[in-house]
């Protein structure tokens, strides 16, 4: 019996595999709640079923999730323009699946949504077993599951619940149970890595789809994703219940497999400015953030809230400077002069450095100030002027001597580094420190 992770690694079986299940599997299909469940169990296909339910809640946003489910003959078979004369504004389409499976249609349902007005996302269906987090998280991405601060795009889904090949083998793989052989601190893991991978790839952090059922049976009803959006499952007309242990709310509720809607049936917990904002910047509306870090020396306002910057961020200009945001720093000052200068120098928040992590911080020697970013630091000083520090071995070895207090003293030139980065070095006040693959730490 071959074990799945290791069939992940071989082209061949990620084609056999590919060629085993069909259309692949959709959101809820083993939930033991859906009407979609059942079918052929070995390729994991699900039963298509009469959209038999006309309830919808009186409240929220409506939306619908969509797969190649919804496709004939390798043509999308939704009447969208329909959907939208009933209401609904956003939609969600399955791009991929373990990293064998991409949806044949998701390029025509994506477009014809969003063709009619709607805002649209794309999900990826989880198999942990098969391949790492981070691996299904690169394979979502190259077929569909990016990200973009435009208003349009919802933030990818990470849709991981009930195994739908539960105890089946398939091409001498053995699929593992509901939580795919992998429940508690292993499948917390699983997830934290397809999170962070998906935030570098993207700038987003994805929304989680489950219920509350898979959730506390396979993680153990982790705490540990508060700050990913919540989509629940839950098939009733009361609301989607107890939630999992990491939300006190959730974003999306998916309350049908069976109508009103083709595919399954969803609502956004909010209203549409909420939701076009969802498709902006996240949950978290950087706009209180923001108004927090205001201080009077950044002078008069020249410009709204800008959320138009890589990873999502955001800006506000001012007469002094302007405050920067992204979901993982939060609200920054970056005032004008020196520092400011050399990140600007860098590329900003797309340059090495990245996004500031604290305003100017001063108390340093001879007058000296810096400011953090995510990859590094600037530090100034009248003497010197302000030069970058990247994280790395250089920037190691000079805090290892105490830095502008130690023998070195303060940088008078920025890290660099040979093309390929295989050689890097930073002159100090007094003397130099290199870095080579080669030859490791120079201290002169």
Not at 163 to 188: A, F, K, L
Not at 245 to 268: I, K, L, R
Not at 312 to 336: E, H, K, M, R
Not at 415 to 428: E, I, K, L, R, V
Request: charge should be neutral; aromatic fraction near 12%; include cysteine.
């Amino acid at each position: 019996m071959r074990d799945p992770h290791e069939a992940g690694r071989d082209p061949k079986a990620r084609e056999a595999m590919k060629r085993a299940i069909g259309p692949g599997a959709k959101m809820g299909q083993a939930n033991p709640e859906s009407k979609n469940k059942g079918g052929n169990a070995a390729r994991g296909l699900a039963v298509q079923v009469p959209l038999i339910n006309t309830w919808q809640p009186s409240w929220g946003v409506p939306g619908v999730d969509v797969s190649s489910w919804q496709a004939s003959n390798g043509v999308d078979s939704v009447n969208w323009r329909d959907l939208w004369n009933q209401g609904v504004r956003f939609s969600y389409v399955k791009a991929s699946e373990g990293n064998y499976y991409s949806n044949e249609v998701f390029a025509q349902q994506y477009s014809n949504s969003q063709s009619v007005g709607m805002i649209r996302g794309a999900y990826h269906f989880a198999v942990p077993n098969w391949s790492s987090g981070a691996d299904q998280a690169r394979y979502f991405v190259a077929n569909g599951g990016g990200w973009s601060p435009d208003g349009v795009t919802m933030p990818p889904v990470l849709d991981i619940e009930y195994n739908p090949y539960t105890g089946r083998t398939i091409n001498g793989v053995n699929m593992g149970d509901t939580c795919y052989n992998m429940g508690g601190s292993q499948m917390v893991q699983w997830i934290a890595d397809f999170s962070n991978t998906m935030v570098s790839l993207t700038g987003r952090r994805p929304a989680i789809y489950s219920t509350t059922d898979w959730w506390s049976r396979c993680t153990g009803n982790s705490g540990g994703f508060s700050n990913n959006p919540l989509w629940i499952a839950a098939y009733n007309k009361s609301g989607p219940g107890t939630l999992p242990a990491s939300w006190s709310n959730f974003s999306v509720w998916q309350y049908s497999s069976d109508g009103p809607f083709p595919g399954d049936s969803n609502v956004w917990n909010g209203d549409y400015a909420g939701l076009q904002r969802f498709a902006t910047y996240g949950d978290t509306d950087p706009s209180a953030s923001m108004a927090t870090a205001f201080t009077g020396n950044l002078g008069g306002q020249t410009s709204g809230i800008i959320c138009t910057l890589t990873q999502a961020g955001c800006y506000q200009g001012f007469q002094n400077g302007a405050i920067v945001w992204s979901q993982s720093t939060g609200a920054q000052l970056s005032l004008n002069g020196p520092i400011r200068d050399a990140w600007g120098a860098s590329g900003f928040q797309g340059g090495p450095l990245g996004y500031p992590t604290t305003g100017i911080i001063g108390g340093l020697v001879n007058g000296g100030t810096y400011q953090s970013y995510q990859n590094g630091a600037i530090i100034y000083s009248p003497a010197t002027g302000a030069q970058i520090s990247l994280n790395g071995p250089i920037r190691d070895a000079w805090a290892s001597t105490g830095y502008e207090q130690g023998r070195y003293g303060y940088p008078t030139s920025n890290d660099t580094c040979s093309q390929g980065a295989t050689s890097c070095s930073q002159f100090f006040e007094h003397g130099s420190i290199s870095w080579s693959q080669q030859s490791g730490i120079v201290l002169q």
